[in-house]
């Protein structure tokens, strides 16, 4: 109390002459001397290259600046008072790594945060304009060479940058709030004319441990593999290597990225995903069922494949490398930390995949992005099939796909007209664009096709960002999804030995796609999602992989997980999940929608093929770093919070006053303490 009068006799005018601003700031902002904010980081990736993303080795804070348009940034270093450390206050769509650069160069950075656009850019991606190139089939054709998908790229995702760097998306309450106080901050700052103190500044706890590179912080036990688990899954339960049957794989990406990791809703990306799932559920409806056919129909949804296509190439990898287990005890073990693993060592959730043989794969369907959701859903919809190379087997599977349907979904005004066709021509072939395709081409020349809603560049104008958040679809977006699903779905059953008759009959459930694009695009918590299992809570759900723990999966594959479970069963048993069966974990069966049922559904282990991990131990290795060998850093608790703070000048005369106060103090002690023993001795 006494530190506190001393210095309100000192600075009485300092802080009056805020008093009057002071006042006018809303409750929740003044309520306490710190306030949090909800907001999400960008962290630090790692490969046997070196480590992108952002860092920080000790706390930083900063005066909240704003900055609206690109003559800000360029007019920051002259107009943000001198003496100071600033955390800037931009919109999404201005971060870049030129933009970084010039606010770095400035000196007076600690920190960015980044809100969303109200309003959305043109076109927005934080990836490259030839995205995974260096890891596809391709990687051996000169960067001069390679076809650009991804126009819009700035390499942001790619960028080193030293500071922390934070974000909000107004997805919530609670973020919308947090919105309005961080723009009164500012707003309070700004009148101000960032010299009359006290600002508002923020502060920031985003230590990243790792250092150097992937091998480095693996060996420091400092990082995790980026990855998680894919999913695959097949109506023939009793599919076996041997059995000599084609197998048709009908595939998706499961995952996206953003800079802001929390961000990466990918739902341009997720329409792979939908229509590869509503392809599964209108065969699940054919009479006579798809396991009786002359070929096995496999449907896969590959995870972490923006990091070196880590789950496709994990998962041919283990196709064609003969396995053998050591320990099928199924007891959890540090490096397999499962109950009931098929093997845990090595370590195996499950087995089954080496009932695939690899030279059995006749044909690859690829659904990516299908039905335009970054654009306008009008009544025309072109859909694209993509190769590697023109030959006899591909111009077959082409022409197998070849359609055009038109389609009426509830609520639309039109019908919409989808076609589907091939993305080459006579004279040109841009070949194929990254895609999981290409992990199983690297090891053997198959029939490949990968169907996508662009001929020459991606369709989606956010691919890899913070706004390929679903927010524009509409009903043409569904019709024209669903014209896709139907027509591959009755191609599909053709190619895998079906009758015309049969085929023609099948019928997709439109409604069903749209509710599932919903599903995975806008709201996680949608009612037919809670059918498979209890809800995860919020709307929006993040693709971006995380990182692989045996243990642990995160959300998207799980849903997914449980849909083609509950659609390739088999077996039902009477009854709920309470049945025997489903309560032993070496059983094959599975829990979905309260029933147990049988399914070769499966999980598989989803991280660079670089990577490897220690069979005793559990911790990876780099084993080959011209391979993918992404980590994330592991950190401890991320903060953010917004506090008033005092000019540095202020707080140095506080510091020099505390410590007058502490001295003396100390020295009066002393004093009193030699004085009462002199004058008070007792025997």
Known sequence: MLLQLLLLAVFPACISAQQSSARQQNIYLESAIFQGVPASGCTRLLTSQGSVGCSDTKSSTGVLYRITTAADIQNFAGSAPSGASYTVVMPMSLLSPDSIGSLQGTGKVAAMFVIKDSVLPDAYSTDAQCPNCNFGLYANVSASDRHLWNPPGNRLAFADVRFPIFGLYPSNPLSIQSIGTINEALDFNANSGYKGYPLYSMEFDALMWSAINSETCLRRGWCQPVGGYSVWSTFSTNMTASDKKPIILVSSKLDSSAFIHDFAYGAAQRTGMVAMLGVAEALSRVVGGMASLPKTVIFSAFNAESWSFAGS???????????????????????????????????????????????????????????????????????????????????????????????????????????????????????????????????????????????????????????????????????????????????????????????????????????????????????????????????????????????????????????????????????????????????????????????????????????????????????????????????????????????????????????????????????????????????
């Open 313 to 683: 190439q994990r998962f041919v990898a283990d196709l064609t490398t003969p396995f053998t287990c050591k320990d099928a005890s199924g007891n959890p073990s540090a490096a397999c930390p499962l109950r009931g693993a098929a093997c845990t060592s090595p370590c195996r959730a499950s087995t089954n995949y080496t009932n695939i043989a690899f030279d059995q794969i006749e044909s690859i369907i690829e659904f990516d992005t299908i039905g335009g959701l970054t654009r306008p859903g009008g009544t025309s919809s072109p859909h694209f099939l993509h190769v590697d190379t023109v030959n006899a087997q591909t111009s077959n599977l082409v022409n197998a796909l070849r359609d055009q349907v038109s389609v009426t979904f509830a609520g639309g005004s039109a019908p919409v007209s989808v076609s589907l066709d091939a993305a080459f021509s006579a004279t040109a072939n841009n070949r194929l664009p990254p895609s999981s395709a290409m992990a199983f081409l690297a090891k053997r020349n198959i029939p490949a096709v990968v169907i996508s809603d662009y001929q020459a560049q991606f369709s989606n104008r956010f691919h890899n960002s913070e706004f390929d958040d679903g927010s524009q679809w509409n009903t043409n977006n569904v019709a024209s999804l669903c014209g896709v699903v139907n027509s591959t779905a009755r191609n599909i059953h053709l190619l895998a030995g079906g009758s015309a008759a049969e085929s023609a009959s099948i019928s997709v459930n439109c409604t069903l796609v749209g509710e599932l694009l919903d599903c995975f695009t806008r709201n996680i918590s949608c009612s037919y999602l809670q059918q498979l299992r209890s809800p995860f809570g919020g709307q929006l759900m993040t693709g971006y992989s995380s990182v692989f723990q045996p243990a642990s999966v995160t959300p998207l594959p799980q849903y997914t997980f449980l849909a083609l479970l509950n659609w390739t069963a088999s077996a039902r048993t009477p009854g709920n999940c309470s049945n025997p069966l489903c309560q032993d974990p070496t059983s094959p069966y599975n829990c979905v929608a309260n029933q147990c049922v049988l399914s070769m559904t499966q999980y598989h282990q989803a991280y660079g093929t670089g990577l490897a991990m220690d069979e005793s131990t559990g911790a990876f290795r780099v084993v080959d770093p011209s391979k993918g060998t992404w980590t994330e850093s592991t950190w401890g608790n991320l903060r953010v919070r917004i506090f008033k703070a005092q000019s540095l000048v202020y707080q140095g005369l506080q510091l020099g006053l505390g410590l007058v106060l502490t001295l003396g103090t100390g020295g009066l002690t002393w004093y009193l303490k030699g004085y009462f023993r002199s004058h008070f001795k007792t025997d």
